[in-house]
């Protein structure tokens, strides 16, 4: 399956530090992509890697590709209440996507 | 410009109806794809369409589950005889395949509760 797997399931930090989570899929893929979902509802897209590139920012959002490792870590630097959300890696194969099952970040104020 | 938009918002049934969810896309998005989420957990994919082509029923868990997408641009997602295990959120997404770009757009999702 191509599908990506998050860990950790959870994650809790305090407001200002950093946060890390990382997602491992099983086969080629074309990019991968992070999600973000507030509330149960629909996902927000934050950010695609393509399987040629190896770092990408956006902010104060930094995406790593490693697709020796068939792995991708996202950091969140300086993070915020607002931040706190269930964050997705989907791997795509042109249009065909799979999600993995998130991680849950908690930022405490 | 508009999204991704979802009919109903929140649907309650009785076990053993049939449900209708729809789903509008971007305007021009030759994907479309449908997932559902319960409670706490990811998105399990469901079906996914691709401008003409024979859509991927892959994931689709039985067959009281079909979809269909007329003309390209709506889609319907109809499940027979509901059970209380289908009760969930139901998510549609669109995409382009223009410029590679293959990011979804996330409608608003339909929560359904059967029971």
């Known amino acids: 399956s191509q599908q990506g797997e998050e860990d950790p399931q959870a994650l809790s930090i305090q407001e200002g530090e950093n946060a890390t989570m990382n997602c491992s899929y099983k086969?080629?893929?074309?990019?991968l992509q992070w999600y973000r979902q507030n509330s149960g509802r629909g996902l927000v897209h934050l950010i695609l890697?393509?399987?040629?590139?190896r770092e990408k920012h956006s902010g104060r959002l930094r995406v790593t590709l490693d697709t020796s490792k068939k792995s991708s870590s996202l950091l969140i630097t300086a993070s915020r209440a607002a931040d706190t959300a269930s964050y997705f890696c989907?791997?795509?194969?042109?249009?065909?996507?799979?999600f993995g099952a998130g991680t849950r970040l908690t930022v405490k104020p | 410009g508009a999204g991704v938009s979802q009919s109903p918002s929140n649907k309650v049934t009785e076990k053993g109806k049939d449900v209708e969810l729809r789903c509008d896309p971007i305007?021009?998005?030759?994907?479309l794809y449908w997932y559902r989420q319960s409670l706490g957990q990811g998105l399990e994919f469901l079906i996914y369409?691709?401008?003409?082509?024979?859509?991927?029923k892959s994931g689709l868990p039985s067959d009281r589950f079909s979809a269909e997408r007329t003309g390209g641009s709506v889609s319907t997602l109809t499940i027979q005889r509901t059970q209380q295990e289908d009760s969930a959120v139901y998510l549609c997404?669109?995409?382009?395949?223009?410029?590679?770009?293959?990011?979804?757009?996330f409608g608003p999702g339909t929560r359904l509760t059967v029971t």
């Open positions: 997404a669109s995409s382009s395949s223009s410029g590679g770009r293959y990011e979804q757009y």
């Open positions: 086969t080629s893929i074309n990019n």
């Open positions: 890697i393509r399987s040629n590139e």
């Open positions: 989907a791997t795509a194969v042109n249009n065909d996507m799979r």
């Open positions: 305007s021009g998005h030759t994907a």
């Open positions: 369409f691709q401008g003409n082509s024979a859509p991927d």
